[in-house]
């Protein structure tokens, strides 16, 4: 299966974002190979853009506080289980409170790095950080790759606490929902969301599928339109009946 996500909301949106970030930078730190430490630091630039919206440490804080009051009402619930419940509360503590204590904005010991931010200045400029433009960097490049991983993940260290909210918050938003098994007969979906309200809407669709979702929701109205997938598809709703899960999530 593959799943395909719609955030309902800006916060959502920026969580998700984060998440993806994130992951590509871990996929690309974890290659010896000089291009994928490049691919990894100016993933860590766009990390430090995105995470740098003012109201993200104090949003993740009080959705923190929020799900903690939850789960602890949960406590002595026959159907929960108490070591799993006791996990979760611990890294959500752990979470608040190093997001807490980060100074200033999200990534701001990157901007505050004036060899980072020549190259970060550099990399707006297309093909601007050639080995002339950057003596200093290329020579980093020619480090060992050990050296190179250490100072990555120095340079990441400080997003950790960030990284393990987001996780926690959309991890416990994707469990909130369940799926349920939906059939478009013409390429077309639409259905009244009523009360639902969700935050997040996820389409799961086998991966053999030839085709993607297009998804338009309001808190009123969730519109799919299935189209034909591939870099040279002409983009027509596809004929075939087709059967994809549909979960509403909200915390």
């Excluded at 190979?33 to 853009?49: K, Q, V």
Aim: with cysteine.
């Amino acid at each position: 299966m593959i799943h395909y996500e719609y955030p309902l909301s800006e916060r959502i949106r920026t969580l998700l974002r984060l998440e993806d970030l994130f992951e590509r930078f871990d996929a690309f730190a974890a290659s010896p190979d000089p291009h994928a430490h490049h691919a990894a630091l100016l993933t860590l630039f766009e990390m430090a853009e995105v995470a740098a919206r003012a109201d993200l440490k104090s949003d993740l804080l009080q959705e923190l506080d929020r799900q903690k009051a939850v789960l602890i009402a949960l406590r002595g619930n026959p159907h929960v289980q108490d070591t799993t419940l006791e996990q979760v509360l611990t890294a959500i503590e752990t979470a608040h409170q190093g997001i807490y204590r980060l100074p200033g904005k999200v990534g701001q010991h990157l901007r505050e790095d004036d060899w980072l931010m020549a190259i970060k200045q550099r990399a707006a400029i297309p093909g601007g950080m050639c080995e002339f433009d950057l003596p200093a960097y290329h020579f980093w490049l020619h480090k060992p790759a050990d050296a190179r991983a250490s100072q990555l993940k120095h340079w990441l260290a400080p997003f950790s606490s960030i990284r393990a909210a987001v996780d926690i918050v959309l991890g416990l938003l994707r469990d909130s929902g369940r799926p349920e098994l939906q059939h478009a007969s013409n390429g077309n979906y639409q259905r009244m969301l009523e009360s639902r309200n969700p935050q997040l809407i996820r389409v799961s669709l086998a991966d053999d599928l030839p085709c993607v979702p297009e998804i338009s929701a309001n808190k009123y109205m969730l519109n799919i339109r299935f189209v034909q997938a591939g870099p040279s598809a002409i983009r027509n709703c596809t004929a075939q009946p087709l059967d994809f899960e549909l979960t509403f999530c909200n915390l």
